[in-house]
């Protein structure tokens, strides 16, 4: 595999599920990201990791928790959504070696909360 | 505060017209821009950048330059393709700090045959 992947593609769940979604990046970066991706809303960072520690926590609601075991893979763990959370769920990685690196998106995960 | 407006789409076009898609960027310091595509059912991946005023970025025919007077970064093909049907996303980054992405709402294209 090569780029960024992320799985599952699609999912859909109830409002008392537990879930995970799980991102990997073949690319040899340092850094990922969690954005959330909403019809006619500009792409919403929710999490960053540099070097596998969080940098960046953008007010999001507890029930999505990160977790970025090593600089290859990185997971979103969701419990008790809401239907608000439906959306498009992007994945990222890049390079932090000057600040303005490009970002590598993985396709997303579409997710739908009933 | 830092933002990035593009225009509002939906976008439709002939094959082989021109294309313009606006953007504008609101920014304290010096901010790389960047134009980024989403072809339906993928992510993004870029299309082209620019990273100091007056830089022009260019990719499979696309073309945009970094206008600091005017605090702009427009998107422009002389001539679309249907395979150039997708949404553009138009960002900046800069660092405060951490490093910090903003993309625009994006700007979805149609390209008729």
């Known amino acids: 595999e090569t780029g960024v992947t992320q799985t599952p593609r699609h999912l859909v769940m109830g409002m008392t599920n537990k879930k995970s979604l799980k991102c990997e990046q073949h690319l040899g970066h340092n850094a990922m990201y969690w954005y959330k991706q909403s019809a006619k809303k500009p792409l919403e960072l929710m999490f960053v990791y540099s070097l596998e520690e969080r940098v960046e926590n953008n007010s999001v609601p507890s029930r999505f928790s990160p977790e970025c075991p090593n600089s290859s893979h990185l997971f979103l763990h969701l419990h008790t959504l809401q239907p608000e959370d439906s959306a498009l769920y992007l994945c990222?990685?890049?390079?932090?070696?000057?600040?303005?690196?490009?970002?590598?998106f993985g396709p997303g995960t579409r997710l739908l909360v009933l | 505060g830092n933002s990035v407006t593009q225009m509002e789409g939906p976008v439709t076009l002939s094959e082989e017209a021109f294309l313009t898609i606006n953007c504008t960027y609101t920014a304290t310091g010096y901010p790389s821009l960047f134009w980024y595509v989403q072809y339906p059912g993928e992510g993004l991946q870029l299309l082209l950048k620019a990273t100091k005023a007056d830089d022009k970025g260019s990719n499979k025919g696309f073309e945009a330059t970094y206008r600091k007077e005017t605090t702009s970064f427009h998107l422009e093909k002389g001539s679309v393709q249907v395979s150039d049907s997708a949404v553009y996303f138009c960002?900046?980054?800069?660092?405060?700090?951490?490093?910090?992405?903003?993309f625009g709402t994006g700007t979805r294209l149609k390209v008729l045959a």
């Open positions: 990222a990685s890049s390079q932090e070696g000057a600040a303005k690196e490009t970002q590598y």
């Open positions: 960002a900046l980054t800069y660092t405060s700090g951490t490093y910090k992405y903003i």
